[in-house]
């Protein structure tokens, strides 16, 4: 899982062939944020985060709550308190299909969240959903244990059957990028030798 670190999500998109990655829209508060850990699944009925508590409880530090929030923006699925309780707890990260709330709180944590926005309204604690299972978070299936990775481009998955290879094909594809760089860069000839030969792939 580690080697994960140092690859950019749009590598490991392009190993994945542009799958597994969840909605645009769900974005990190902070450019600069970053993931890599296991997915820990929290599933949540719109307007009820009881189980995020629980989901930090039962988490091992480094892990990734990737919880589905349903996508909705009207109540919170977090705030700055249950956020900061995460990262003390030694949760790596939080990706959410839906909002949080106090804002200005959770950036002065600087704890990677990633989501859909922010607002003002809390939601309700009844404890219903479920933890650990299989989800969908959005629009991408998430399992217990999958890699998850997160960067200013988004957030992709990787299931935890095929790391190797798509690892494997992230790195060939970084290399093959940065000798195209190298080679292109500054140079009017190459671009143009780049161009026409793309175009003419696409005949």
Known sequence: ??????????????ALGGMNHLDPLIKPLKEEYQICGRAFTVQLPINDNLLVLQAIKEAHPGDILVIDA???????AAGDFILGMAKTLGIAGIVIDGVIRDIVGV??????????????????????????????????????????????????????????????????????DEARE???????????????????KAK
């Open 1 to 14: 899982m580690t080697q994960f670190k140092f690859l950019p999500t749009t590598c490991v998109s392009d």
């Open 70 to 76: 349903k996508g909705g923006r009207q109540f919170a």
């Open 182 to 200: 190298n080679r292109v860069s500054g140079n009017p000839e190459e671009i143009m030798h780049y161009i026409n030969n793309m175009l003419s």
């Open 107 to 176: 950036k002065q944590l600087d704890f990677p969240v990633f989501c859909k926005g922010t607002t003002a309204a809390a939601s309700q604690k009844h404890g219903k959903g479920s933890l650990n299972e299989p989800i969908s978070c959005g629009g991408t299936a998430v399992e217990p244990g999958d890699l998850i990775i997160g960067d200013a481009d988004g957030v992709v998955v990787v299931p935890k059957n095929i790391e190797q290879a798509v690892y494997k094909k992230a790195l060939d594809k970084i290399k093959k």
